[in-house]
């Protein structure tokens, strides 16, 4: 169980961010499509695995947010991620989306760099 949910978790965690980049450009661009049904389905979709996965290799693994403070700091991360994501991609100014985007991409790798140091940062 726990190599699949592994190569899983690390395939939608890239996926992800994937999708969430293809979104900005198109909406830095102006195109609805960053708003489509499609995109906030693969979004969901995406998300939603990773949720799994990350709950998946917890049980697996028997290391949970709140007990192992590596996995504390990795769901902040992720929450931080999901939040700035949103807010980059509903934003209306261009700047602004921009530097909200750097944000989520930053939450995004500081879940990257706990992950592979099997440490926190700061707890
Ligand atoms: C954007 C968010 C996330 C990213 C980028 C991410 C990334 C990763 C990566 C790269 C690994 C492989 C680490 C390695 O062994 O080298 C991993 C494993 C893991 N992740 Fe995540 N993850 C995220 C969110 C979460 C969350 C919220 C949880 C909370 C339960 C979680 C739980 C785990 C667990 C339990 C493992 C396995 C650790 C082990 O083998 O001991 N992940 N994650």
């Given at each position: ?87 980059a991609l509903k934003t209306q100014a261009k700047a602004m989306q921009l530097v909200l985007a750097v944000g989520a991409i930053g ?17």
């Amino acid at each position: 169980m726990y190599p699949i949910a592994l190569k899983l978790h690390l395939a939608f965690v890239i996926l992800s961010l994937v999708i969430f980049v293809i979104r900005l450009v198109l909406s830095l661009t102006g195109s609805k499509a960053a708003e489509s049904r499609l995109a906030l389905m693969a979004t969901l979709g995406s998300m939603l695995m990773v949720v799994l996965t990350a709950g998946t290799l917890a049980v697996t693994t028997g290391q949970f947010p709140f007990a192992d403070g590596w996995l504390t700091e990795k769901l902040f991360a992720l929450i931080g991620y999901i939040a700035l994501a949103i807010a980059a991609l509903k934003t209306q100014a261009k700047a602004m989306q921009l530097v909200l985007a750097v944000g989520a991409i930053g939450a995004f790798g500081m879940a990257m760099a706990v992950a592979h140091r099997h440490a926190g940062l700061f707890l």
